[in-house]
């Protein structure tokens, strides 16, 4: 059976600067897979390549065996792969519910013609909208909060918004950016059992990039490491944590 | 759930037919009864092409968030297309339909054929390729006449039949509204304006920002290209000044005041500022027509300075919302 990620000699170069270099990923359908490394590994870079963002300067990122490298964004995210930002990117000016069920627009088949004379088949698809994110309004626990702007959520809402929001289109591959980043222990607790939750309940398959080695100890069956922009080790949790090249280049951040 | 006490209310848009049939009965009296003379009337039909041509621009820059220059442009092809159109078959309700049809469709086109191009790329070429699209198109007008004498050059088109009456405009403004209302409340108003807040983090979600920003600007012309052809059949005569650059920041203006991103900011706008125009015109002495570049952007900078989201900032008239939100914001 193969990966249902498989990305192979991933060259990423902005100019003289190699972000990424010869990188290679496999993940196994409905895996959680840990991306780690301290700051400026390349870690985005290498969700940004996966996610249409970037066009890779080479190598081969196949997802569910096709070619996706080089796709554009929305392509991307329409076969089935969604992510989150590092920096939370939300629709500000949105309300809560809007930004969860804009995502979900590609689905849909009433246009401009449907949408201006209020058809039947318009008014069915925006209840079938509205009624889906609201699910995942609820599993996120912001269902008191769908009217708000999303600008005007405290940091931890916007954060679980951000993951309804990529959660809403039933995609298979979910990219989580550093989803824990700014929170306290506590915070990250609960994020995690949310993310075991959610994997379970929609089936889906999870590649998690955190740069606090602690964080995804827990939850991730398997760990890769990035320094420089190269993979430097691969393992389980335990293993990674008693890799001399992990320890080294850890050492010095106090986040062993 | 969720109890809805909005829903027992009437529909918004039962509201929103109301409150116009009994405006226009109201207009309508009031010209009947002399009230307003007909030099007002011309002013209240100006509003009304105003508010049409106005509402399109938030389409393309309060709601899809780009910056376009050249509006007026546009409204200058729906004119002239449709007065040639008129001119061609003779005067008449039909033809005038016809040209109005025409007029929104060719600027629909054009608008097409820059947007494609131009918007795959950063939002800031569209205010570039636009502002260019009007310089050419002044120039085109200008020298009209050596292709198609009826145009008249820079010398102004003329001939053309006033077919446009209140009634036309009223009509053709209110469903510019409703339909406008429509398209923003909706899914695909919501993937335009999610393009606005944040182009990757659309692009993330499966917008693909090239279709809708070019939807939003074909739209959006295309409203410019019906208020043109109004106009056009509202003065008899045109003239390649009136859509060059300082038009469009006219438009831009009314779009700004009303609010980006607010279809009833600009209905209040368009009217407010229509008749704020004539009136300065009839108080004031021409020389202060003079001004008016002065004036404009000190008036903007104000905006900008003390109430940046224009006077309506997003907010809607009651009747302008769509039913299930009702209540909840
Ligand atoms: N668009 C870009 N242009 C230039 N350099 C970039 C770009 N994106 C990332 N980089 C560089 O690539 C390196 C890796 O960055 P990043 O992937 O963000 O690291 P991480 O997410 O692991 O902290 C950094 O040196 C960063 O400056
Ligand atoms: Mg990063």
Not at chain 1, 248 to 256: C, R
């Amino acid at each position: 059976m193969s990966a249902l990620l498989d990305v192979t000699g991933l060259l990423m170069r902005f100019g003289g600067l190699v972000a990424v270099r010869d990188f290679a990923l496999q993940v196994d359908e409905h895996e959680l897979v840990g991306l780690i490394g301290p700051n400026g590994a390349g870690k985005t870079t290498v969700f940004n390549a996966i996610t249409g963002m970037y066009r890779p300067t080479a190598g081969s990122i196949r997802f569910r065996g096709r070619e996706i490298a080089g796709l554009k964004p929305h392509r991307v995210y329409q076969l089935g792969v969604a992510r989150t930002f590092q920096n939370i990117r939300l629709f500000r000016e949105l309300t809560v519910l809007d930004n969860v069920r804009v995502a979900d627009h590609h689905r849909g088949e009433a246009g401009v013609l449907h949408s201006v004379l209020r058809t039947p088949k318009f008014r069915n698809e925006e209840r079938r909208l509205a009624d889906r994110a609201r699910e995942l309004l609820a599993v996120m626990g912001l269902e008191q909060r769908e009217s708000e702007y999303a600008r005007n959520l405290p940091y931890g809402e916007q954060r679980r918004l951000e993951i309804a929001r990529a959660l809403v289109s039933d995609p298979k591959l979910l990219l989580l950016d550093e989803p824990a980043a700014g929170m306290n222990p506590y915070e990250v607790g609960q994020l995690m059992e949310l993310i075991q939750f959610v994997r379970e309940r929609f089936r889906l398959t999870v590649l998690l990039i955190e740069h606090q080695m602690r964080v995804v100890m827990g939850v991730c069956q398997r760990v890769l490491v990035m320094e420089f922009g190269e993979k430097i080790a691969e393992g389980r949790p335990e293993e990674i944590r008693a890799n001399p090249k992990v320890i080294e280049a850890y050492l010095g951040t106090s986040e062993g | 759930m969720r109890t809805d006490g909005a829903r027992r209310r009437p529909e918004p848009g039962t509201i929103a037919v109301i409150v116009a049939v009994g405006g226009f009965v109201l207009l309508q009296a009031l010209m009947w009864l002399g009230v307003l003379n007909p030099y007002w009337q011309q002013v209240l039909n100006l509003a009304g092409i105003t508010l049409i041509s106005a509402l399109g621009l938030n389409l393309i820059y309060g709601y899809t968030g780009q910056f376009s220059l050249g509006h007026a442009a546009f409204y200058g092809v729906g004119a002239y297309a449709s007065a040639l159109l008129t001119r061609s078959l003779g005067p008449g309700a039909g033809t005038l339909l016809l040209g109005i049809v025409a007029g929104a469709a060719l600027a629909a086109l054009v608008a097409f054929l820059i947007g494609l191009p131009i918007l795959r790329l950063r939002s800031d070429y569209l205010a570039i390729a636009t502002l260019g699209f009007g310089i050419i198109m002044k120039v085109l007008l200008d020298n009209s006449d050596a292709v198609i004498p009826m145009m008249g050059g820079s010398s102004g088109m003329s001939g053309i039949a006033r077919l446009t009456t209140f009634p036309w405009v009223f009509a053709f403004g209110l469903a510019a509204v409703l339909v406008m209302r429509n398209l923003v409340f909706s899914s695909v108003g919501r993937a335009l304006v999610s393009v606005r807040e944040d182009e990757l983090a659309a692009e993330a979600v499966g917008i693909d920002t090239t279709r809708y920003k070019t939807l939003g600007f074909v739209i959006g012309c295309g409203y410019a290209g019906v208020a043109g052809a109004l106009y056009a059949h509202l003065y008899a005569y045109l003239n390649p000044f009136s859509f060059d650059f300082l038009k469009s920041i006219d438009v831009l203006l009314v779009v700004v005041l009303g609010g980006l991103g607010s279809i009833s900011g600009t209905l209040v706008a368009a009217i407010a500022w229509t008749f704020l125009l004539e009136g300065l015109r009839v108080a004031l002495p021409a020389s202060v027509q003079d001004w008016r570049m002065v004036i404009y952007p000190l008036v903007m900078i104000v905006f900008m300075l003390f109430r940046p989201g224009g006077i309506f900032a997003r907010t809607e008239f009651g009747f302008l919302k769509p039913r299930a939100r009702r209540g909840k914001e």
